[in-house]
């Protein structure tokens, strides 16, 4: 994977007063400019917005959409055009990444000509003000459009001579350059000249801090990727990353240990490239699993990692002691100093190296900003007496991360947030934890439904809110562009419209491209929870679609069949579409199994089409080779798995769940109809299991019965007791059946290698005590696998039989895991 180069980082030296960009950009311009096309943030315009009209027409009713909402963005006449040679005025005060960032723009919008000066020429070229809002030329040129007096605000206002662009900071001026990249229109036909669109801007973010975290568990992201985040952030105006990648060794086990130099080396860089976005660079070690907080070497350990950081040039920190057990202590010492393990006593020791770093390391430290950390009750709304002490005796000036109701919830509210407020003493910073795909049940996933489902109002009760991405980083662009959009104006946030201007953002500007990335969105929509119950559907739009179908198809086939054809015909292409056409390659990097997977999925349903059709004729020939096609190509793609570097939960891509593979089953069922033969059904749901023993917890209950593994839940486990060799599962159908296929689903949380080398039975009587006898009894089916099981891994079997058993081969005593078991057969009855 590759990553262009940025705009220089604030620091470097402006053009001298009176110079003049050449024609032909320098390295730097040019570097700047290729990454701002390759992000695709200068085509982030509205898709529909009509070219402007000829000076001293009337103006065009609609001004384009800029992301984030801005508080405030209204129309001050007819649009102007931008011809080839303008005036970028600056001053001492002037952002150099900002200055930089409008260079490029220009240059990007065909203006061939670029005087950077301090002052005005008399020769009436228009003229782009950039700097402090308090600068006299600018607020003239501003002509009352309010400044916000907010950190990271902006007033921008396009007139007839000038263009104005007015930080209240730094960070204000650049994020007024990026929305003045959204004010440019395309020339209408048959005019070289491109304009810009008349507005006044005065905008400001409702949260002071936006952005992400890189706190997932899994393979961390590559320098490549987290250099594209930072370009990322900085093009949707966030202003935070926090790096706390849980499999980075030095931010969790090796905490105590220096970085490596060539590690080191690439977080300096990390840190140079988040600056030159105004991105704040948050270094996060997480010493909780094993410091000891009453030994002074530790945290004087952990002083000089936060030291070596700022010495990078990191001005803010945190502590995360999350993840972490506070009913033992990791040294006997804190027993003495801190009392018996406890809530309270964790608080207290906690509270003790918190309050020391604030004081001692960050207040002493020019230019840091306060302490962030997460507590080990990150998230709930319950008082204990752990929250009391960390109320009661944290430093006010430390920031607390909560996650919500839970550790991914659902929702979260107004009401939650002022309880969450009350419970910490201070307002909160929110680590959502979305579109993070790193536990149980986003195995093979990619979560790229909008924000949805926080209430406006939030900005009210919060510091900030930050977003957890996904393993894949450019794959969490979607959810995280709107993320950013709910953070900068969370009342001004509006689902629909942000999803679009996210797919418009991946899609450099072009509508239909767009089209297609919605297409692509609506197929991987799915949000879980840690709960059977996602807090996102999946697939909103193709859903309905297919349920519609089923609907009409009962009583007009024909009719059904000529209306669904267009959609199934829009998800074949759209994979070749994204991959001809999507300036972004490493979203393509990231999705390309889910790409391929979704073509394959498109063409099993085209093909299910075919064979509804030939059925609909009374075509036999073509229906059995319609319906051949059709599970080939299901097949190939319920084949397809998630790249081991990508991500640490293997197993099978997962999208456009469950109604594409639900249309394949009925259609199976259709055309097994038309030839006379029962229906195949899922025989083992609901069904007796049992297993050779149950595990048992500490507490003497057994949570993970053999019933787990027909319960429909492909994410609830069966697991016994792992005192036994060659454990084993097992259903009872109720009835003899005629069976097809058994598919094995392998848990994805942790321990699948131990579900390998095992024997999957048939029988229609019971089984033997011993796997050695069940393989000579006659009349058992059998079937050896030694691979590691899947999700599924699927066996297929012309058995007749009632029972189907796992038998692990091991001869030393182990834990059999299922997830669970599913049997496809046929019965003459309805049982």
Partial sequence: MTVVSRAPAAGSRAPAAGSRVPATPSRRARTALAAAVALGSLALVAPTAAAAPEAGAAPSTALPVVFPTPQSLTRTGSDIVVRDRVEVIVGKDTDPAARDLLVATLRAHGVRHVGVREKLSPHGKLAF???????????????????????????????????????????????AVQTLKQLFRNAPKGHGRVRLAAASVSDFPSMPLRGSIEGFYGPPWTQAERLDHMDFLGAVKSNTYVYAPKDDPYHRDKWREPYPADVFAQLGTLVKRATANHVRFTFAVSPGASICYSDAADTKALTAKLQAMYDLGVRTVSVPLDDISYTKWNCDADKAAFGAPGQAAAAKAQVSLLNTLQKDFVATHPGMRPLQMVPTEYGDLKDSPYKQTLRATLDTSV?????????????????????????????VFVWDNYPVNDFGRTAGRLLLAPYDKREPGLSDHLTGLISNPMNQEAASKPAVFTMSDFSWNDRGYDRTRSARHAALFLAGGDPRLADAVQVFVDLNHLAPTFGTTPWQPQSPVFGPRTTAF????????????????????????????????????LFLSDAANWLDATKLWGSSLSYGLDALTAIGRGDA?????????????ASAAAKITVDPKEHHQLGRVRLGDPCIEDFVTKVQAAHDASKGLPPLRELARGKTATQVSDYVWDDGTTPFGAAKAVNGDRFDIATTGGKEAQPWWQ????TSASLERIDLYNRTDCCADRTKDYYVLASDTPFPATLAEALKTPGIWSHHETAQAGG?????????????????ASAKPVELNMAEVEVHGRTRTSD
């Fill in 129 to 175: 003000l950039l700097g402090s809002a308090t600068r006299t030329d600018l607020a003239r040129a501003l002509q009352g459009t309010a400044v916000p007096d907010r950190a990271d605000g902006y007033a921008l206002r396009v007139g007839r001579g000038s263009v104005a662009l007015g930080g209240a900071d730094a960070t204000g001026q650049f994020y």
């Fill in 399 to 427: 920031e607390v991360m909560w996650t919500g109701t839970d550790v991914v919830p659902p929702a979260i509210t107004v009401d939650q947030a002022k309880k969450a407020s009350e419970l910490f003493g201070r307002k």
């Fill in 550 to 585: 089923w609907k009409r198809y009962a009583t007009d086939p024909r009719g059904a069949i000529r209306a669904f054809r267009p959609a199934v015909t829009e998800i074949t292409r759209v994979p070749d579409t994204l991959r001809r056409s999507l300036p972004d390659k």
């Fill in 621 to 633: 020939a073509a229906a059995e080779r319609a319906r051949k096609a059709m599970d080939t190509a």
């Fill in 731 to 734: 259903v009872d159908l109720g």
């Fill in 792 to 808: 599924p891994t699927s066996i297929p079997t012309t058995a007749q039989a009632r029972y189907v058993r796992i038998w692990l």
